[in-house]
């Protein structure tokens, strides 16, 4: 289990539209946030990742300069998830492994339904500090209960205007 405080696993991801996206080389004002979505056929997904698209320049502004939203998903997958949720503004990773999926603390599902991968990770935020430790995390074994990300907007405005420290270390 991940704890606040401790280092994070390693994450490096080719991105749809090439490049890649390496946590150890983000250089955010605060933080970088990672959120982690099942894959282009969870429909609770699209309204995750959109939002999170809507709301880049908002995590900016609390100095959350550093955003990605990353599956297992493959690249022909990925580039779907990017066309048909018409995203513009958020790096959009892909190919995390399930060893990656595991160090993270990702619960992983398997396929119920047609059009699923065989395997794939449940949805995770996380919150990073620019030293690599994790400030915060949220994991849901399934698609629902995930936090609204206007909410965390302003909980990371508030964390900044109070130095409120990372809890959950012990």
């Known amino acids: 289990m991940l704890k606040p405080r401790q280092p994070v696993p390693s994450l490096d991801v ?5 490049g890649r996206w390496v946590l150890a080389e983000q250089r955010p004002d605060r933080f970088s946030l990672v959120v982690f979505y099942r894959g282009v056929h969870c429909p609770m ?21 550093s955003v990605v939203a990353v599956s297992g998903d493959d690249e022909g997958r990925a580039r779907r998830a990017v ?6 503004r958020v790096p959009l990773g892909y190919g ?7 160090e993270w603390g990702l619960y992983i599902s398997k396929a119920i339904k047609e059009g699923q991968p065989n395997e794939f990770s449940e949805p995770g935020v996380f919150v990073v500090r620019p030293d690599g430790t994790l400030y915060a995390a ?6 629902f209960l995930r936090p609204h990300l206007d909410e965390v907007v302003e909980t990371i405005r508030w964390v900044n205007d109070n130095d409120y420290p990372a809890r959950g270390e012990v």
């Open 14 to 18: 080719a991105l749809v539209g090439g």
């Open 45 to 65: 997904c699209r309204a995750h990742v959109t939002e999170l698209d809507g709301l880049v320049d908002a995590f900016a502004e609390v100095g959350v300069t």
């Open 83 to 88: 066309e048909e949720w018409d995203l513009s």
């Open 96 to 102: 995390l492994s399930l060893a990656s999926m595991r």
């Open 138 to 143: 949220v994991l849901t074994s399934m698609p």
